[in-house]
Each structure stands twice: as structure tokens, then as C-alpha cells.
């Protein structure tokens, strides 16, 4: 009988580390693989699918985006042909400058800008492809569209329509319309692809990035595109990009290439996805990993284990005497060993342990409670103090804003923010600059410690240096030190400034009013608490300034004529009898003109009462104009206006008065010749002296006002000193207007 041979499980002599880690790895490498696969499929099925989708849903959007484009420049470009050729046959109406003036502005809102050139003379275009633009349409007699890089700063889409003959020398009209980067970006982001623009060469006409380089087209790619089917393209070098090429037409002789990429390995909501499941499917196969390694390695490995683990809990209980019995020679039956000497170590320890942490813990607690009532007592002096300060801080503003707001006047107003501001500061030198909402500039206004003589004239744009930036944005800029930032021009160089700076807007009611700058010749700055202080007293300034405007508006519109805005009849009056008290007082002159716009009910009847009121107003400018500053012009009433000349004798008023006349009469005013008897508008204009023709004010107007019906009586369109001489005319009795005590 053949010996039995008694086969040994080599894994009893293995250690516990090689027990546990082994099955653990064996485990852990299956499911490694099972997810790598899992993500392998499921990236590429995922990227396959999406990739091509948001490449055609963008060139969809750019394709909609440029045909809309075109299709606005060529509304516009008929609607410009055709105000051409009904400006062309009514060139009097007023309706249609009013129509080509708002058409112009709806262009320059849509940033397209428009230009004309004669066919006769196209040396004069700035391009050779707007002039090779320019002769297409010219010998197709049809609108004309391009792409083109040569036009301005960025590329253009440019349309060249004939404009329609008749009298005038034919010509053709150029629209163009830049197409930004900033414009296919926009519409290619939200799909978290890259658009550009190709000529039929294969150049890049715009991107939404700078470096994009698609790939060269082949001549049959290039065919199967122009025949109206797109083509998709992928690269892997660099990294791996797909591309989706396509056609657009520009009007029916023109074509470029629309090109949109997508990074391959860019997709982060589709991977984030797939991690989800790839984790899901690891913790599945752990958990089956778990069940298995415990049913198979518990007979080899727990029991030692548990044994080890209920010796711990005796331990941890208190019993310092539990020892393991043990026979194993692997590393737990040396755990359990080590553990009952340990046991018995412990046990002399103990009560050692237990004196010591005793006095150990009363001295913590005694230290502890002493540190946190001196943190407390530290915060409480330190809020304390912060109160303290923000107290004085804001009694002190109070303080200053009251006796800002004391005054209307606005150059008392302007010296008393500055010194406040200085203080508040402080500092050395303080500029305020108002913001002109005509020239959208800001101007030097009030300037406290540098002459303000030496800054006259200083302007900035909003796009001009610090102070342009801190209007535009609307955001505070503190310097501490100035010569180390470009953007300080210096006022233009005429005061150069050192130190620190410290500049800061003036906004009320989300409206700019304009800017403070605040000079410390000392670099470093301004403290935190001094930028609060200062930008709270420019913000009560900003209102201040604000209500004193308001007031000086009110005050001006109770004071002038609305249609004509020179002075109305109570506000002339009262001047007037000022004056007269003062040339009384002084033994000086003056001189009134009376003047009355000759026919003008018959220029009412024909063109109407708004063609009236635009008279009325040209004459105003013009006596407005005409006038010295120390000279009053107002509207008496209906289409008769008197003006008050101080320091003027009968002689130099009557020369004043002719000069108005001739200005009247050498104006070209709409319909004139159709209603107006010599087919001009003119003046009949009266003249009297204080106090050489009267000393009464009341007598003064009626005097002036015959002499002006005197020039009529003569003819019109003259003018007529009050001359006491004279035969006798009707009396006129002008009655002066009340002085309103309000």
C-alpha cells in the first residue's frame, strides 16, 4: 500500500499581514479593472454623443446670428435709398431731416456706421476691397455684401447698395457693421465651444479667441462644404479637438466659412457623472469583496482576533489582571503575550497615574478660567474703545454735515465741503471736479491748497487717467504712492503731484456728479478710518451740491420764459427797476429797445403755431447773441421782446438795435418767403433814453413802445429813437407788472 503523503496548507504559516493583505489587493485589483473599464466605455459613448450635438446647435446660433446681421443692413440700406429718393424730390420738408437725423441715430446706437462715395470718383476709398465692393455693386445695380479685415480696428460685414439717381451725381451707399470677438463669443460660451470665421483661403477673419488655428481644408472638403453639406473634422494633436465646418452666404454672390471646436477632453458635467457610477460600482464590489473575505478568512483570522478583542474590553473595564492563553506563534499569539505583560505593567502604574492626573487637572482648571476672564477684559477694553472713537467719528460728521448744508450758494458751498474734507483728511491739497453731462467730461470746479488759476481749463474723459477711471467705475482709488502709478497724469501736467492720493466719486441717486481727489505730500496714505470719514462727507456733499442745483433751477425757471428762455416780463421788471433806482442814485443811463417781429400773425396763419414758436426761439438766440453780458433781453409778451442796455445813451442803443436788425433780416427762416411780405422775416425796433426822454420806468416802456409803433407806421423793418419833436402818435400805456412780494 503506497504511503499517504500529508499535504500542508501553506497559507497557516503565512503572516497576518499576508493573511489580510493578499485576499484585500487580490480584491481591490478586480475591482480597479472593472472600473476603468466602466469609465472607458462610458467617457467615449458619452463624448461621441454630445460632441457633435453642441457643435451643430452653435453653428446653428452663429449661422442665425450673421443672416440676421445681414438682413438689418440691408433694411437699413433701403430705408436710407429710399429717404435719398424722397429727400431727393422734397428737399424743403422738415419731417424728413427730423426722419434722417433719427435714422442716423438708430445707426450709431447699432454701431453700424454709414458712408457715401460717388462712382465717379472711388480713388477716395480708404480699401481696395471696399473699392472692389463698391464696383460689384456698381455694375450689378444690386446690394453687395462682404466680409472684410481692412475696414477698421475689427473685422467688418460691409453692404454696398446703389443709391437711386435723379439730379444729384449717383452714388452708392457703404453700411458696416463690426463682428467682434466679443459677438461670437457670446453666442458660442453657452455652448463651451470656440467659433471662427474663414475666408474661402482659409484665413481667419474673426475668433472668439485669439490663437485659434483650425485645420487646412483639402479642395474636395472644401467643394463638399460649398455645396451646402457641413463636414466634421477631428484632431488629436495637440489634444484632441473636433471641429464642424460650414458655409454661410453673404447675400447671393458672397460665402465664408463658419468653423466651431470643441475640446474633447473638456466635458467636466458628463465625467463628473461617470465618476458617480465608476464610485458606485467600486463600493458595490468592496461590500461583495467584504462578504466573501469574511465568510472565507474567518476560521484563520478572527478568532485570534476576538480573543485579542475581549481581553481589550476586560482591560478598558478595569481588570488589569485578564491574561490570554495562547499557543500560537504567528504575530497575534505574540500580540497576546505582549499584551499580558503589559497587563501587569499597568497595573503598578495605575495608581500613580491616577494622583497625578488628580492634581494635574486642578491646576488646568485654575489656569484656564484665569486666561479667559483676561481675554474677556481685553475685549471688553477694546470694544470699548472702538466705541469711543465711532462715537466722537460720527458726532463729529454730524457736526460738519450740519454746517455744510447751512448754504445754497454753491461757491460757498464748494469751500466749505473742501476745508471739511481737509480736516477730515487730512491732508495737503484738495481738487473737486464736476462732471458735464453735455461733453461727458469732468471739469476743475473748486480746489483748496493749489491755485485754481493753475488748474483752469483741466478737463478729463471718462477714459482719461485715474480720475476718468474712478468716474467710469464709479469706485474709490487710494494711492500711497502716486509717482508709482501711470494713470496720474498730473492735472496734464499742470500741477505734478507726489506723495499719496486718495480719489473718490460724488454718485447721487445712482447719477455721477464728479469727483474729489485728496493730496498728501507724505506717502503712505490714508488710514481705513479716515477713507469712512471722508467718504461719508462726500456722500452728504454729493446731496448738498445736488439740493443747490435744484434750488438754482428752480430759482432760473421762475425768472425765464419758457419757450424762448430769456427773462419773462416780471423778472425784466424788477431788474428794471433796479436799474432805474441805481442810475438815479449814480447819475447814469440807460437805454430800452422795444422790438416787435413785423407780420408774424400772417406767418402763424400760414405755417402754424409750432413753425411760430421756432421763430420765436431763433430770435432769442439771436438777441441772446447779439447782446452784451451786462445787457438783459426778455419776452414781453406775444412776438415782442425789450431789452435793457445799462451804461447806454439813445445813440449807441439805436446802432445796437439797427445791428439786430440786420441780423433778423439776414437769417433764413422756413416758409419766409412764401408768407413774408420781400420774402423775409424782419423787425420793427423802438429806442428811448433814461432819463433823457423819461425818469418814470412805467413811461420808459410806453415811450420805447411808440417809437416801435412809429417804425411801423413808416414801413416796418427800421428802426425809430423816441424823438419828443415828432407829431403825436395814439398814447400806448404799457402796463408795468406788479412786484410780486413772494
Known amino acids: 500500500m503506497a504511503n499517504k503523503t500529508k499535504i500542508r496548507n501553506p497559507a497557516r504559516n503565512w503572516s497576518l499581514r499576508h493573511k489580510i493583505l493578499v485576499p484585500f489587493f487580490l480584491i481591490l485589483l ?68 427730423v426722419q434722417q437725423q433719427h435714422l442716423t441715430e438708430t445707426l450709431d446706437s447699432a454701431d453700424i456706421t454709414i458712408d457715401f462715395y460717388s462712382f465717379d470718383d472711388l480713388e477716395q476709398v480708404p480699401s481696395q476691397s471696399l473699392r472692389d465692393l463698391i464696383d460689384h455693386a456698381a455694375r450689378s445695380g444690386r446690394h453687395r455684401f462682404r466680409f472684410a479685415t481692412d475696414l477698421g480696428a475689427f473685422p467688418s460685414l460691409a453692404l454696398a447698395a446703389p443709391l437711386p439717381g435723379g439730379s444729384r451725381t449717383k452714388q452708392v451707399l457703404v453700411l458696416q457693421t463690426p463682428v467682434k470677438p466679443a459677438f461670437l463669443r457670446a453666442h458660442s460660451s453657452g455652448f463651451g465651444v470656440r467659433t471662427s470665421l474663414l475666408s474661402l483661403d482659409g484665413d481667419v477673419l474673426s475668433s472668439s479667441e485669439s490663437g485659434h488655428n483650425p485645420p487646412i481644408l483639402s479642395r474636395q472638403q472644401l467643394e463638399g462644404i460649398l455645396n451646402g453639406t457641413p463636414i466634421i473634422l477631428t484632431r488629436s494633436s495637440p489634444r484632441s479637438t473636433r471641429y464642424l465646418f460650414s458655409a454661410i452666404p453673404l447675400g447671393s454672390s458672397e460665402l465664408i466659412l463658419s468653423v466651431t471646436e470643441i475640446p474633447m477632453t473638456d466635458l467636466n458635467a458628463l465625467v463628473n457623472t461617470l465618476t458617480l457610477r465608476g464610485i458606485a460600482t467600486i463600493l458595490l464590489f468592496m461590500l461583495l469583496g467584504g462578504v466573501l473575505y469574511y465568510h472565507l478568512l474567518q476560521r484563520q483570522v478572527m478568532r485570534p482576533v476576538e480573543r485579542l478583542m475581549r481581553a481589550t ?131 476743475v470746479r473748486k480746489t483748496l491748497g493749489v491755485e485754481l488759476n493753475l488748474l483752469d481749463g483741466v478737463s478729463f474723459g471718462l477714459d482719461e487717467g ?60 490714508f488710514s481705513d478710518r479716515q477713507i469712512r470719514m471722508v467718504q461719508a462727507v462726500t456722500g452728504q456733499a454729493a446731496i448738498a451740491i445736488e439740493n443747490a442745483n435744484l434750488y438754482t433751477q428752480t430759482r432760473e425757471m421762475s425768472n425765464t420764459d419758457p419757450l424762448t428762455r430769456l427773462a419773462n416780463r416780471r423778472h425784466f421788471q424788477a431788474v428794471l427797476e433796479k436799474e432805474s433806482a441805481l442810475a438815479r442814485r449814480y447819475h447814469s443811463k440807460f437805454s430800452l429797445i422795444m422790438l416787435d417781429i413785423d407780420h408774424f400773425k400772417r406767418y402763424n396763419d400760414t405755417h402754424g403755431h409750432l413753425q411760430g414758436d421756432a421763430v420765436l426761439r431763433t430770435v432769442a438766440q439771436i438777441l441772446r447773441k447779439n447782446i452784451r453780458e451786462i445787457d438783459l433781453a426778455a419776452r414781453f409778451g406775444g412776438e415782442e421782446f425789450v431789452i435793457l442796455m445799462t451804461k447806454t445813451t439813445k445813440e449807441g442803443a439805436r446802432a445796437a438795435a439797427e445791428k439786430l436788425r440786420l ?80
Request: net charge negative; charged share 25%; glycine share 6%.
Open 30 to 97: 478586480s475591482l480597479g479593472a472593472v472600473a476603468t473599464v466602466s469609465f472607458v466605455l462610458l467617457i467615449t459613448q458619452a463624448l461621441q454623443k454630445t460632441a457633435n450635438e453642441r457643435l451643430v446647435a452653435c453653428q446653428d446660433v452663429i449661422f442665425r446670428e450673421i443672416k440676421k446681421q445681414e438682413l438689418l443692413l440691408q433694411t437699413y440700406a433701403d430705408l436710407i435709398g429710399y429717404a435719398s429718393l424722397v429727400t431727393e424730390n422734397d428737399r424743403t420738408s422738415g419731417n424728413l431731416v
Open 313 to 443: 474590553k476586560a482591560v478598558s473595564r478595569g481588570n488589569l489582571n485578564f491574561h490570554i492563553e495562547t499557543a500560537a506563534s504567528d504575530e497575534l499569539g505574540q500580540v497576546a503575550r505582549s499584551f499580558n505583560q503589559m497587563t501587569d505593567q499597568l497595573q503598578s502604574l495605575y495608581d500613580e497615574k491616577v494622583t497625578q492626573e488628580t492634581m494635574l487637572a486642578s491646576v488646568q482648571d485654575k489656569l484656564r478660567f484665569q486666561n479667559i476672564l483676561g481675554e474677556k477684559n481685553r475685549q471688553i477694553e477694546q470694544t470699548n474703545t472702538e466705541l469711543t472713537a465711532h462715537v466722537s467719528e460720527l458726532s463729529a460728521l454730524f457736526e460738519l454735515i450740519q454746517e455744510m448744508l447751512s448754504s445754497l450758494d454753491l461757491d460757498i458751498l464748494f469751500s466749505r465741503i473742501l476745508q471739511i474734507l481737509k480736516d477730515v483728511g487730512p491732508c495737503d491739497e484738495v481738487v473737486l471736479l464736476l462732471h458735464n453731462t453735455e461733453t461727458r467730461k469732468l471739469q
Open 466 to 525: 485715474l480720475t476718468g477711471e474712478v468716474a467710469r467705475t464709479r469706485e474709490l482709488i487710494h494711492l500711497r504712492k502716486v509717482q508709482d502709478d501711470r494713470r496720474n497724469l498730473h492735472y496734464k501736467g499742470k500741477n505734478v503731484t507726489i506723495g499719496s492720493l486718495l480719489s473718490i466719486p460724488m454718485v447721487v441717486k445712482n447719477e455721477l456728479l464728479g469727483v474729489v481727489n485728496l493730496h498728501k505730500n507724505s506717502e503712505g496714505g
Open 663 to 742: 441780423c433778423v433780416a439776414e437769417e433764413n427762416f422756413p416758409g419766409a418767403e412764401i408768407s413774408q411780405p420781400g420774402g423775409k422775416l424782419t423787425l420793427s425796433l423802438g429806442v428811448a433814453e433814461f432819463p433823457e426822454d423819461s425818469d418814470n420806468t412805467g413811461d420808459l416802456l410806453n415811450l420805447a413802445d411808440q417809437a416801435l409803433y412809429r417804425a411801423k407806421e413808416e414801413g416796418r423793418n427800421r428802426t425809430v429813437a423816441w424823438n419828443s419833436q415828432a407829431p403825436p402818435l395814439p398814447y400806448l400805456y404799457v402796463q408795468p407788472i406788479a412786484k410780486n412780494n413772494d
